[in-house]
């Protein structure tokens, strides 16, 4: 039995793969964005360990939740499941962007960290100068891709943490929209899959996948002079150091 954490949990795909883990037996500690959806979320999952609550949008409240998940030790796993699409550029950097960063260097070491990125990340780029004079320049390709990057700066530094990257494709949660084309259970089964399965071919690092296989990424991501670029930018914004 594991124990997992996941953000943006209160619903879409990060409540579906919350389920799917309830069901094989694993604790979940369920995240999200307020009081309201906390309540509303543990009433529907009552079988998860507890629902802590932050808004990512919020440099400071990002950092408390960092603190409240440290409280229960290190995790098994840890799912970095929030995000946003149809918003600011400001929420979409900080959210997508800056949450994973701060999240990724505050909490504990887990014994594997998945990302969900997005198959849009191909067409994002680092963009340096928008970190410091304007984030409205960062698109949600560029916040996919910077998600990519933190993945396997993660794999490269810390070798013994299974570090990697999901797609879940365009699917029909909230957030994708009704008329989405992909597979919504393929959505979560592969997360879900990275996070628990004892299956060898889930115990590699700096692998991005799409429906439990593994596919090409953007190769901006593969620069390690680019990773620590980023890292520094991040380290820059937050105050906060990835841990080596």
């Known amino acids: 039995m594991a124990r997992i954490f996941i953000t943006g949990s209160a619903d879409g795909l990060g409540e579906l793969s919350a389920k799917s883990l309830m069901t094989q037996g694993h604790k979940v500690v369920l995240h999200a964005r307020n009081a309201e959806r906390g309540r509303e979320a543990i009433k529907r999952n009552p079988e998860a360990e507890c629902v802590l609550t932050a808004d990512l949008s919020s440099i400071e409240e990002t950092k408390m939740l960092a603190g409240e998940v440290n409280k229960f030790g290190a995790f098994d796993a840890v799912i970095h499941n929030a995000g946003v699409y149809r918003a600011s550029g400001k929420d979409i950097f900080t959210v997508n962007t800056l949450a994973p960063y701060i999240l990724t260097s505050l909490i504990k070491k887990p014994?594997?960290?998945?990302?969900?990125?997005?198959?849009?990340?191909?067409?994002?780029?680092?963009?340096?100068?928008?970190?410091?004079?304007?984030?409205?320049?960062?698109?949600?390709?560029?916040?996919?891709?910077?998600?990519?990057?933190?993945?396997?700066?993660?794999?490269?530094?810390?070798?013994?943490?299974?570090?990697?990257?999901?797609?879940?494709?365009?699917?029909?949660?909230?957030?994708?929209?009704?008329?989405?084309?992909?597979?919504?259970?393929?959505?979560?089964?592969?997360?879900?899959?990275?996070?628990?399965?004892?299956?060898?071919?889930?115990?590699?690092?700096?692998?991005?996948?799409?429906?439990?296989?593994?596919?090409?990424?953007?190769?901006?991501?593969?620069?390690?002079?680019?990773?620590?670029?980023?890292?520094?930018?991040?380290?820059?914004?937050?105050?906060i150091s990835f841990p080596e």
Not at 153 to 162: G, H, I, N, P
Not at 182 to 195: F, M, P
Not at 197 to 223: L, T
């Open 111 to 239: 014994k594997r960290l998945i990302y969900l990125t997005s198959g849009l990340h191909l067409h994002g780029h680092l963009k340096p100068e928008a970190f410091k004079t304007d984030i409205s320049y960062i698109t949600y390709s560029d916040s996919k891709l910077h998600v990519m990057m933190l993945c396997l700066a993660a794999a490269r530094k810390w070798r013994d943490v299974f570090s990697n990257a999901v797609n879940p494709g365009w699917v029909p949660t909230k957030m994708g929209g009704r008329g989405a084309p992909d597979n919504l259970q393929k959505g979560y089964e592969t997360q879900v899959w990275l996070a628990v399965s004892n299956e060898e071919k889930v115990k590699v690092s700096g692998r991005y996948f799409f429906h439990q296989n593994e596919k090409y990424h953007n190769p901006e991501a593969d620069d390690i002079l680019l990773q620590e670029r980023f890292l520094s930018l991040c380290r820059e914004v937050t105050g």
